[in-house]
């Protein structure tokens, strides 16, 4: 009722509401012949992601079209709308995830464009995707939660949902469940959520999507292989002894779930080569260099895993009945984008992840400032408007100058220490503090940056929102996050279909991607 209740009526004749702004879009859309985006914007458990479910449920469904000439396609148009609405339950299982802040986080952007026929009803759509949080895969602080999809995926086993003996998630008649697996051990279930039913959710959404039984069971076997991969022991103390594989077991799981050479990948997983202008040179990795390799390999596959989904579901939505235009072609089908981005994020402890957010947030209040003051104040001053005074506001490029500026922003000089033989977390620190700190020449930007009193590798920017202290630990390794080209060409040769599409076809990928306007070439790191 309240949706119907907002269909075609203005902005302010009701009391504001989201499909307020929803319909205000849509009205721009028809009468103005403009495309609209609506920002879902507010700081990390605001409620943006239920927000931009409530729009995208109002676009598909307060506009069904009616009469006659409706009718005769309404089949086609409810079909795309009910896809668009099952991207929600997909998208959640595997980019979300609970946090400190709210038990089911967005851990990507996205960016939805539905497009609208010219008769105004739904046709198409696509999904562009941002700044999966790979790191999470691997790593969750206390109380946190891995992607909701590995829990669900646990539950369905110990159901019977899945088979779990062939996945081995069921061993000695005995389910494991979250605590069993390092890369779930951090936290388990949500008050309130039952784990098997959303598993159920998702496979329903995925069948909608196009994604049969025997590619969903696939997908399973790849995920319980990333479970397997964060049980693999590592052993060796330097690099002379050498690093070992402790649990041959869970090694063997994740060989035979990912259906790859099993001698070739143990070697490239304790070992690295060295390639001269003559020869190749292979040599031993340390502990800790093989459990980056270990832990590089799951970010790697999930990351190609996710990637697929997001192309799968696009080219469901697209059909082949509507190819995305160029842009600025004024024949272009009319498009609505809903933005759905991480919220700014301050932690007690913030870290390369919580950087890319909030510099991302940076980027979306600076476009709010422009169009909010900076435009709309400049069409006052030119149309001489009297009674007005000026509305001062908080400009914050100097901050994004910080970060973004060349050749000194803290992205480039990122980039420089990760290019860097010797280069490390510390000294990346140091250069900061010795680029901005105590004043860094008067640079506006500088005014932004600070030291903390105490941790030489911590430095504190000033964001619009809030001041942030960051830990520069691990900012070199997940700017680079690179997997070793030897063990990516293992994986890539995968006996299993599946795997291979994900892994093996990057160049098709792009080639769909730059298609769909899904996103810009891969860039080595975040400061290319």
Request: one cysteine or more; hydrophobic letters at 40%.
């Amino acid at each position: 009722d309240t949706l119907e209740a907002y269909a075609g009526r203005m902005r302010g004749e009701l009391e504001p509401h989201l499909f307020a702004i929803s319909e205000d879009a849509f009205q721009g859309m028809v009468r103005d012949k403009r495309n609209q985006t609506i920002i879902v914007s507010g700081e990390s458990g605001a409620g943006k992601t239920m927000s931009a479910k409530h729009i995208m449920r109002y676009f598909a469904s307060a506009h069904e079209g009616a009469g006659a000439e409706a009718r005769e396609e309404a089949g086609a148009i409810s079909r795309v709308e009910e896809m668009i609405l099952a991207t929600n339950p997909v998208l959640e299982s595997f980019g979300n995830a609970k946090t400190t802040r709210n038990d089911n986080s967005s851990r990507f952007g996205k960016f939805l464009e539905i497009r609208f026929s010219e008769r105004h009803t739904i046709e198409a759509a696509f999904i562009r995707t941002y700044l999966l949080e790979r790191s999470r895969l691997v790593y969750q602080p206390p109380t946190e939660r891995n992607y909701h999809v590995f829990y669900q995926l646990l539950q369905a086993a110990a159901a019977g949902g899945v088979a779990g003996e062939r996945l081995g998630l069921v061993a000695g008649g005995r389910a494991l469940t979250w605590r069993d697996f390092a890369f779930t051990a951090a936290s388990g279930e949500i008050p309130g959520v039952d784990d098997a039913v959303e598993f159920r959710t998702t496979c329903d959404a995925l069948a909608t999507i196009g994604v049969g039984a025997a590619q969903q069971a696939q997908i399973h076997a790849v995920l319980a292989a990333l479970l397997h991969v964060g049980n693999i022991g590592i052993s060796g103390a330097s690099e002379r002894v050498g690093a070992a594989i402790d649990d041959e077991d869970a090694c063997q799981r994740v060989v035979d779930l990912l259906a790859v050479d099993g001698a070739l990948f143990r070697k490239w997983l304790t070992k690295r080569q060295i390639v001269t202008r003559s020869e190749k040179i292979v040599s031993n990795m340390t502990r800790a260099q093989a459990l980056v390799v270990r832990d590089s390999v799951a970010k790697f596959v999930y990351a190609h895993l996710f990637d697929w989904i997001v192309r799968t579901i696009n080219s469901s939505l697209l059909g082949s009945s509507a190819a995305p235009a160029d842009e600025g072609d004024a024949s272009a089908a009319s498009f609505i984008g809903v933005l759905d981005i991480y919220g700014f994020e301050h932690f007690e402890h913030n870290s390369f992840e919580q950087f890319c957010i909030n510099y991302a947030n940076e980027k979306l209040q600076q476009n709010f400032n422009r169009h909010v003051f900076k435009l709309e104040q400049e069409e006052y001053h030119r149309e001489q408007l009297k009674d007005w005074t000026f509305v001062d506001f908080q400009d914050n490029q100097p901050c994004i100058d910080l970060i973004e500026g060349k050749p000194l922003g803290i992205l480039s000089l990122l980039d420089e220490e990760s290019r860097l033989q010797q280069g490390s977390d510390l000294t990346f620190a140091e250069k900061l503090i010795k680029q901005f700190g105590s004043g860094g020449g008067g640079s506006p930007a500088a005014g932004f940056f600070s030291k903390p009193r105490f941790g030489s590798d911590r430095f504190t920017i000033r964001h619009y929102a809030h001041s942030v202290e960051y830990a520069a630990e691990g900012f070199i390794d997940k700017n680079k996050d690179t997997v070793p080209d030897e063990i990516q060409n293992v994986l890539k040769a995968s006996g299993d279909s599946l795997v291979r599409a994900i892994l093996g076809s990057d160049d098709q990928a792009g080639a769909l991607d730059a298609k769909l306007s899904v996103r810009a070439a891969r860039k080595p790191t975040l400061g290319a």
